[in-house]
């Protein structure tokens, strides 16, 4: 699946001309073409999926590294459309929800490794430690990123689904999680609908993100007031609202009033049985 003639154009799209190399680099591959054509797509046929492909989601999800071999998180698939109205409706009444045919929710699983230690009569105290939901939660995301990049390998798109954290909660009621088991978030997958005009969109420069040696924020604002002034460009393209990169970030982190309820997480995860010790 190559959207891009050369790595040039490819590098070209993803930094707004902002380019980290100035020439085409000496080493590329498909699988680098992949990852940089990416762009969420919210438009998705609702076309249902071949039966093949979950599994095969799955096995490349399965294939991603995991700390200490320790596979703390699970998936729940979900194709019911009352099932997945209802989870749109809790996530902010995103309609990409309930169109797309398929919606992976990936969870932070420590109830596997509970039940183990319960059955073999061993302690398990260190599942109460913040250390082990960090583990899950790191581990679900490196498995859901290999399912999407899996996923855009055969042609699908896909869409993350954070604000299924809004309601962490009722999300677990509704797919019937035990004790010890959180939703991180969801991904949307399906057929790309011929309408959608979503493009690749751009990210920071790469000065702003890699540090050489020991971190260096010097000539962090500069690169910033640039990728401002580049994603304005782009939104104006793709007829989305004029705001800046920064207005808009600074907007999201106002404070818990700008968090869709996402304050008041450390009590829900509590509530689904972490005890972040
Ligand atoms: C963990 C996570 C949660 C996200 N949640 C949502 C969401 O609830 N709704 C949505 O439309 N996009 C969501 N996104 C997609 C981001 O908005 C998108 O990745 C970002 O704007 C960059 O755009 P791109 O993916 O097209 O490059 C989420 C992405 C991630 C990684």
Known sequence: MSSYP???QALRARYAGDMPLERAPR???PALDL???HRSVRDLTGEPLDADLLPTLVAAAQSASTSSGLQTWSVVAVEDSARKTRLAALA???RHI????LILVWLADLARL????ERGA???EALDYTEAFLVACIDAALAAQNAAVAAESLGLGVVYIGALRNHPETVAAELKLPARVFPIFGLCVGRIDESC???VKPRLPQDVVLHREAYDAEGVAASIARYDEATLAFKAQQKMPLQTWSAQMLGRMAGPASMSGRDRLKDAIRALGFPLR
Do not use: C, F, N, R
Request: zero cysteines; aromatic letters at 4%.
């Open 6 to 8: 050369d790595p040039i």
């Open 27 to 29: 080493t590329w591959s």
């Open 35 to 37: 990852l940089l054509s």
């Open 92 to 94: 902010g009444g995103q």
């Open 98 to 101: 309930v169109e797309a045919p």
């Open 114 to 117: 509970h039940g183990m230690g």
């Open 122 to 124: 061993k302690p398990t």
């Open 197 to 199: 005009e979503a493009a």
